[in-house]
């Protein structure tokens, strides 16, 4: 893997952005990459993230850090890019043209859709500016809830929108909200656990991707 810049979009706030932009890079990193994060969201969700896994981990934190507007982030993946084998881009819930510079900078856009059928509704818009963009997507049903009737209706109709959609399914878990306010990961609070698991099989899926590029 060598300079792949990963945007993760979605127009539906809450859909599990900047959740996966976080542990995915923990995953990347725990397998020997250099990583690198870079928030584009003004809400800086990530970067609140970012900051509180340095002040408990210091140098162990073990991350590349930078903020962007939609207009720089060119210019910072460009610098992230000469250091870091993967740089994961957080974005903010809304898909317009400010968007565009980011997307045309990316390898692979990863699209989380949580359960629900308004989270499904709101796929569209990132799927089509991908499209325009020529940019390859990968959609992942996120805060999936085993053995619910809602999840399944939306597993099968995720089936039916254009582009790869992970074979991974991100489930439901409190682990989740848990390890984000601690500036962590899910497999560095529980290894062995199943959130781990769905995240290491998620960066996998994604790193063949990529690599087919
Ligand atoms: N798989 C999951 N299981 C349980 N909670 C989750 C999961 N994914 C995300 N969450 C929780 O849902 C909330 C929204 O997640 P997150 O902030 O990652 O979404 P987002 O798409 O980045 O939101 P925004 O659009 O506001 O930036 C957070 O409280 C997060 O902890
Ligand atoms: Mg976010």
Same mark, same amino acid.
């Given at each position: 893997?060598?300079?792949?810049?990963?945007? !993760?979009?979605?127009?539906?706030?809450?859909?599990?952005?900047?959740?996966?932009?976080?542990? &995915?890079? /923990?995953?990347?990193?725990?397998?020997?990459?250099?990583?690198?994060?870079?928030? %584009?969201?003004?809400?800086?969700?990530?970067? *609140?993230?970012?900051?509180?896994?340095?002040?408990?981990? #210091?140098? +162990?934190? #073990?991350?590349?850090?930078? %903020?962007?507007?939609?207009?720089? $982030?060119?210019?910072?993946?460009?610098?992230?890019?000469?250091?870091?084998?993967?740089?994961?881009?957080?974005?903010?819930?809304?898909?317009?043209?400010?968007?565009?510079?980011?997307? *045309?900078?990316?390898?692979? $856009? &990863?699209?989380? /859709? +949580?359960?629900?059928? /308004?989270?499904?509704?709101?796929?569209?818009?990132?799927?089509?500016?991908?499209?325009?963009?020529?940019?390859?997507?990968?959609?992942?049903?996120?805060?999936?809830?085993?053995?619910?009737?809602?999840?399944?209706? $939306?597993?099968?109709?995720?089936?039916? &929108?254009?582009?790869?959609?992970?074979? %991974? !399914?991100?489930?439901?878990? !409190?682990?989740?909200?848990? !390890?984000? #306010?601690? #500036?962590?990961? $899910?497999?560095?609070?529980? +290894?062995?656990?199943?959130?781990?698991?769905?995240?290491?099989?998620?960066?996998?899926?994604?790193?063949?991707?990529?690599?087919?590029?």
């Amino acid at each position: 893997m060598a300079g792949f810049a990963i945007t !993760v979009a979605q127009q539906k706030g809450g859909s599990g952005k900047t959740t996966l932009a976080a542990n &995915l890079a /923990v995953e990347y990193l725990s397998r020997g990459h250099s990583v690198a994060v870079l928030d %584009t969201d003004p809400q800086g969700s990530l970067g *609140r993230w970012f900051m509180t896994r340095r002040e408990a981990m #210091g140098e +162990a934190a #073990g991350l590349d850090f930078a %903020t962007a507007s939609a207009w720089g $982030v060119s210019y910072e993946l460009e610098k992230l890019r000469k250091s870091n084998e993967i740089v994961i881009i957080d974005t903010p819930p809304k898909i317009d043209s400010d968007l565009k510079p980011t997307l *045309r900078a990316s390898n692979l $856009v &990863l699209v989380p /859709v +949580a359960s629900s059928h /308004v989270d499904l509704w709101a796929t569209e818009s990132i799927l089509d500016m991908a499209q325009r963009e020529d940019r390859k997507t990968l959609l992942v049903l996120n805060r999936a809830a085993s053995r619910a009737k809602l999840t399944s209706e $939306v597993s099968e109709q995720l089936d039916g &929108l254009p582009g790869a959609r992970a074979s %991974t !399914v991100i489930g439901s878990r !409190v682990i989740y909200a848990e !390890v984000l #306010g601690q #500036g962590k990961a $899910v497999g560095e609070k529980a +290894a062995k656990g199943p959130a781990a698991a769905e995240i290491s099989a998620l960066a996998d899926e994604i790193a063949d991707v990529l690599n087919q590029s």
